[in-house]
Nanobody, 125 residues
Framework: QVQLAESGGGLVQAGDSLKLSCAAS????????MAWFRQAPGKEREFVAI????????YYADSVKGRFTISRGNAKDTVYLQMNSLKPEDTAVYYC??????????????????WGQGTQVTVSS
């Protein structure tokens, strides 16, 4: 069974930075797509950033474009989310997600095959 493990969340002030990490394990084939989603209380889960393994193509939600950067790590099947200039509206549980077998970038949570347990990011004003 695939496991995704996130880390790096915390409580910060507006304008600060955080870096989230995610590692996928227990599957021989590397994910073709890795992504970050987030869910704030009372809201639906929304996509934040996506990276495609075959060419490192990235895609961002408009709300984080220019502030967040998704990247793949040197270690196998790891992905990071560097979050700069954090705002109170970025407060949410952040989830790592992965897909296998497709190179199509999709923002639909239902298209993802595996999820992490989530890590809380809280930004105070």
């Amino acid at each position: 069974q695939v496991q995704l493990a996130e880390s790096g969340g915390g409580l910060v002030q507006a304008g600060d930075s955080l870096k989230l990490s995610c590692a996928a394990s227990h599957r021989a084939l590397s994910p073709s797509i890795m992504a970050w989603f987030r869910q704030a209380p009372g809201k639906e889960r929304e996509f934040v950033a996506i990276i495609r393994r075959i060419d490192d193509a990235t895609y961002y939600a408009d709300s984080v474009k220019g502030r967040f950067t998704i990247s793949r790590g040197n270690a196998k099947d790891t992905v990071y989310l560097q979050m700069n200039s954090l705002k109170p509206e970025d407060t949410a549980v952040y989830y790592c997600a992965s897909q296998w077998g497709t190179d199509m970038i999709t923002t639909n949570p239902g298209d993802y095959h595996a999820w992490g347990q989530g890590t809380q990011v809280t930004v105070s004003s």
